[in-house]
């Protein structure tokens, strides 16, 4: 079945063609794939740094842009058409998009871990188009519906709602435990106020520019707290100890909190990281910045120190981040600074690139 | 257990089983049938049927020729009462479902597998797209098509198709006879799994069937160091010390809490066991499973019973006992199974106690429903008479 469409019908997409070279295309209107598919009218887009990492560098690890993709992978939309065996949504359902698909046979898809598949088709993951066009087909159980109380803004940000919902699933959060949250933009934030809806007693964020630790307090975390610069000729581990003794003394947290979620990939933010820790505590490692750094691994050792990767999400997150959203737990609609139209994507990821303090999420509205 | 009285059989049947062993009465032999099936017709009733050869259902499916099968007590269960649970035979269904085989045929897309390859054959396909595929435990999948749970068809034929993950190579050491027991095996895996067996713990299995045996086994190579098999049937327990189990205890009349006083101190289990598995489904065995535990111990209930049974919560309460179900298999457990057997560190030949022919395997059924042997393994169709 599918919802009435212009025969004139097109698939306008901002697509990438190669490092800092973006333009609008004319593209097809894709076709579902198989029964399990859905077409979605996408209505809004965030955009995140890996998407204006690709922009500029046209790498991120072992994803190296080739060939064009269209860009954007935070969205939600209206279901245009459904697969003859889809169950979970209807055609003019509203849906948040889950946008990696996993090949759902091999041994991490088996075990629960699909966020692992080498296999992925993630949108604006190179050789993979992105949802940044009028239609994205996807499968279905991908697809989650938002409810009506919940507009299309809220409907995109659920994504990063479940990248912090999975960084919290990483380090096993429980009620009453303490955490430090790394870097307070987008990620960050939502680590805290997802730490906070999960039962953390106490949340204390980190950041190195005061209005984002202004706009932290007011969000999620229950402190924030400004590192001291390091003075000029300091050992850069001996000014990591420094700070996490700080943080330690600060805000009580005795041998250090239960749990810390490193969002900034920042390598002084990272030292600190490990050495504020508990012992037996969880350090999990969420942001990406230089790829090697100077790790205390002594300290990690020594310590017991649990420490995690987290990336993208897996089962479950989704759900949760459109409830956190929906029940009001997470107002995700504060994160937004600025608003594009789809003709004026360009504009929107220049924003983003200038890395402005008053700049936090962007998003770009949907082909009308 | 009376005379069995068989049915006449109709026509369009090439083979009149009469007898073993079965003879051809027609000048037609095997040769010119498509897929020689063994088919519950319905309770009761079982029947040699030619059906088409299943087609691939899609370019990850590959197509094995079945060499052997295992009868599980559940595939006996289905033909004598013709249903468990909410699982009923409503129409014919092939029987068994604890095969190996040979690939002979490979759809377009499929990579880790070839023709000629030897296979375990995993019989229960998850629908890969429910919340609990997603989150690794697919033995639980709501669109679970498992062979030979109604309306499914089962291994019991010439043929047999199935996706690519779910068929598990097998290395030149290991026999296709042992391939079929990797499904027995598998679940022996997944259940000292549940039982999150850690090395030097003890173990106390209820039930020497081959689940019970294969319990053991797997407890055994996991670093249990005490593994103590129950059960009523005295040679089924010589058995498994000679397989398996460091000590065992023949089941007698006394109450539970006697019962588990009893292993607890012939075996000296301390404080209680680590571990209990119920690999029986009997009510006193249940019981006394709970009983035998120490504080803070686990108890997994694998084997199937009485659906409803007096069951002592007051225990399980106040030693704050961890009390798991397990079912089938889920990720990495037939891997697992082929990596046991195939270092040596599980054997599984011992349990085979007798393969019969294809046409044969109506008394492979009798046998395995009087307890006859451990494992019955049914060959293959053959390609001539």
């Given at each position: 079945m599918i919802m009435k469409t212009d025969e004139q019908d097109s698939n306008p997409s901002f697509v990438l063609r190669a490092i800092k070279d973006v333009a609008f295309e004319d593209r097809d209107v894709p076709k579902l794939r198989d029964e399990h598919d859905v077409r979605v009218h996408i209505a809004q887009t965030g955009i995140c740094g890996s998407d204006v990492h690709y922009w500029q560098r046209g790498r991120i690890g072992d994803f190296i842009l080739n060939s064009p993709i269209v860009l954007g992978h935070e969205s939600s939309g209206t279901v245009v058409e459904v697969g003859s065996a889809v169950k979970n949504v209807k055609v003019g359902q509203r849906v948040a998009v889950e946008p990696g698909v996993p090949c759902r046979f091999c041994d991490y898809c088996r075990s629960g871990q699909y966020n692992l598949c080498n296999d992925t088709i993630f949108a604006a993951t190179p050789p993979w188009d992105g949802t940044l066009s009028k239609y994205y087909v996807v499968a279905s159980d991908y697809t989650y519906p938002i409810p009506d109380h919940m507009n299309m803004e809220e409907g995109a940000l659920v994504e990063p709602v479940a990248v912090a919902v999975q960084i919290t699933k990483v380090a096993d959060l429980r009620a009453n435990q303490t955490v430090v949250v790394f870097g307070c933009g987008p990620i960050g934030v939502l680590c805290q106020a997802v730490a906070k809806a999960y039962g953390a007693s106490r949340v204390i964020g980190v950041d190195v520019v005061q209005s984002r630790l202004d706009f932290a307090s007011s969000f999620g975390a229950d402190d924030v707290f400004l590192p001291p610069k390091p003075e000029s000729g300091v050992d850069p581990i001996e000014h990591a100890e420094t700070v996490a003794a700080l943080l330690k003394e600060k805000f009580n947290l005795g041998e250090g909190p239960d749990i810390v979620l490193e969002c900034t990939g920042a390598e002084p933010c990272i030292q600190a990281g490990v050495f504020v820790t508990k012992k037996g505590g969880t350090y999990v490692q969420a942001g990406m910045g230089k790829e090697v750094v100077a790790f205390p691994i002594t300290t990690a050792c020594i310590r017991a120190l649990n420490i995690k990767g987290?990336?993208?999400?897996?089962?479950?997150?989704?759900?949760?981040?459109?409830?956190?959203?929906?029940?009001?737990?997470?107002?995700?609609?504060?994160?937004?600074?600025?608003?594009?139209?789809f003709e004026e994507a360009e504009q929107a990821f220049e924003l983003v690139k200038a890395g402005k303090q008053d700049v936090f999420k962007v998003v770009i509205e949907g082909v009308q | 257990m009376g005379q069995e009285v068989r049915p006449p059989l109709p026509d369009c049947l090439l083979i009149y089983p009469t007898t073993p062993p079965y003879a051809l009465e027609r000048d037609e032999t095997l040769t010119t049938m498509q897929n020689l099936s063994f088919v519950l017709e319905k309770t009761g009733v079982v029947k040699f049927e030619d059906r088409p050869v299943p087609k691939l259902a899609s370019d990850y499916d590959v197509l094995v020729n079945v060499k052997f099968t295992g009868i599980c007590g559940s595939d006996v269960h289905y033909w004598q009462h013709g249903a468990i649970g909410s699982f009923i035979v409503k129409a014919p269904m092939v029987l068994g479902h604890e095969s190996s085989g040979i690939i002979t045929a490979v759809g377009d897309k499929v990579s880790t597998v070839k023709v000629g390859d030897r296979v375990a054959m995993e019989p229960g396909i998850p629908c890969r797209r429910c919340i609990r595929c997603k989150d690794g435990k697919y033995n639980l999948c709501v669109d679970m098509r498992f062979a030979a749970t109604p309306p499914i068809d089962g291994t019991?034929?010439?043929?047999?198709?199935?996706?690519?993950?779910?068929?598990?190579?097998?290395?030149?050491?290991?026999?296709?006879?042992?391939?079929?027991?990797?499904?027995?095996?598998?679940?022996?895996?997944?259940?000292?799994?549940?039982?999150?067996i850690q090395p030097g713990q003890s173990v106390v299995v209820f039930g020497s069937g081959p689940v019970g045996l294969l319990c053991c086994a797997v407890a055994k190579a996991y670093g249990a160091n005490k593994i103590v098999a129950v059960d009523i049937n005295k040679e089924r327990l010589d058995f498994a010390k000679s397989y398996a189990a460091t000590d065992i205890v023949v089941s007698q009349r006394e109450s539970a809490a006697d019962s588990a006083a009893r292993i607890i101190k012939d075996c000296d289990l301390g404080h209680g066991a680590d571990v209990a598995i119920d690999a029986s489904g009997a009510e006193p065995c249940i019981q006394a499973g709970i009983h035998v535990l120490r504080t803070g111990g686990t108890y997994v209930q694998a084997g199937m019973g009485k659906s409803d049974i007096t069951f002592p919560i007051g225990a399980m309460g106040a030693k704050e006992l961890n009390v798991k179900g397990s079912f089938r298999y889920?990720?990495?457990?037939?891997?697992?199974?082929?990596?046991?057997?195939?270092?040596?560190?599980?054997?599984?030949?011992?349990?085979?106690?007798?393969?019969?022919?294809?046409?044969?395997?109506?008394?492979?059924?009798?046998?395995?429903?009087?307890?006859?042997?451990?494992?019955?393994?049914?060959?293959?169709?053959?390609?001539?008479?």
């Open positions: 987290s990336i993208r999400y897996t089962t479950g997150c989704y759900p949760a981040a459109v409830d956190l959203v929906a029940s009001g737990k997470i107002d995700v609609k504060r994160l937004i600074t600025n608003r594009f139209k | 019991l034929a010439k043929y047999y198709t199935l996706p690519e993950d779910f068929c598990y190579k097998l290395p030149e050491s290991v026999s296709l006879e042992e391939g079929a027991l990797m499904e027995p095996l598998a679940v022996g895996v997944h259940i000292t799994r549940q039982a999150n889920s990720s990495g457990d037939y891997r697992t199974s082929v990596d046991l057997v195939t270092s040596g560190r599980v054997s599984v030949k011992e349990l085979i106690s007798n393969k019969v022919k294809f046409l044969d395997a109506e008394t492979a059924f009798n046998d395995v429903k009087a307890a006859k042997g451990i494992k019955v393994l049914i060959e293959g169709v053959e390609d001539s008479a």
